[in-house]
């Protein structure tokens, strides 16, 4: 926190209540994969950014990030993830359930096609590795991709464990997204892109 001109900064925003419900939830299944605050944080901006928009998760988990999409979620928006895990799927629709502009689905990621195009699409289980092209292919023109959780490489091409990262560089190069890489700490970041109209 910081003052400026008599007025008190937060450094950081509060975390939304449903995060914290689902942080909940992730702990009592034992889910370590929740998206960090930092990730959050972008999730809440994309969504806010298109707010008549189709928001949509691969990889719901427990519903942290869904809950960082929800934050930023327009009265004329609507919000589809989906969960292959019928366990944790069923606990984090119950994060939502008194929003009818949330859907949680059950099954594969492909599950989304019928929902798109997108204008937000948060990528973070199915899809982002075994089938890129598809990913792309779901966006409205106009429409923000976000991949997290890549190694910053002050390299280009991008490497990882000292190979070319071909993941992140079909993402950054792909001819139909504007895309750049975004640090979201110091040792973590995510491939944001645009499909170009």
Do not use: N
Not at 87 to 113: H, K
């Amino acid at each position: 926190m910081f003052t400026a001109k008599g007025f008190v900064i937060m450094a950081e925003r509060a975390i939304p209540p449903r995060a914290v419900a689902a942080e909940r939830v992730a702990s009592e299944v034992g889910f370590k994969k929740s998206c960090s605050p930092e990730v959050g944080r972008l999730l809440r901006l994309a969504a806010a950014a298109k707010p008549h928009g189709v928001i949509a998760e691969s990889g719901t988990g427990s519903g942290v990030g869904t809950a960082w999409l929800h934050s930023g979620l327009g009265a004329g928006a609507r919000l589809v993830t989906v969960e292959h895990d019928e366990e944790l799927a069923r606990r984090a629709a119950g994060v939502f359930e008194d929003d009818d502009r949330v859907s949680v689905l059950i099954g594969d990621w492909r599950l989304l096609e019928r929902h798109a195009p997108f204008d937000v699409f948060f990528c973070d289980g199915g899809g982002k590795r075994d089938d890129p092209q598809r990913v792309v292919r779901l966006l409205a023109p106009g429409g923000l991709l976000i991949l997290d959780d890549f190694t910053p490489s002050p390299h280009w091409p991008p490497r990882f464990g000292g190979e070319v990262d071909e993941l992140r560089l079909f993402y950054l190069t792909h001819p139909a997204l504007d895309a750049t890489e975004v640090l979201t700490t110091p040792a973590s970041s995510a491939v944001v892109g645009a499909r170009r109209l």
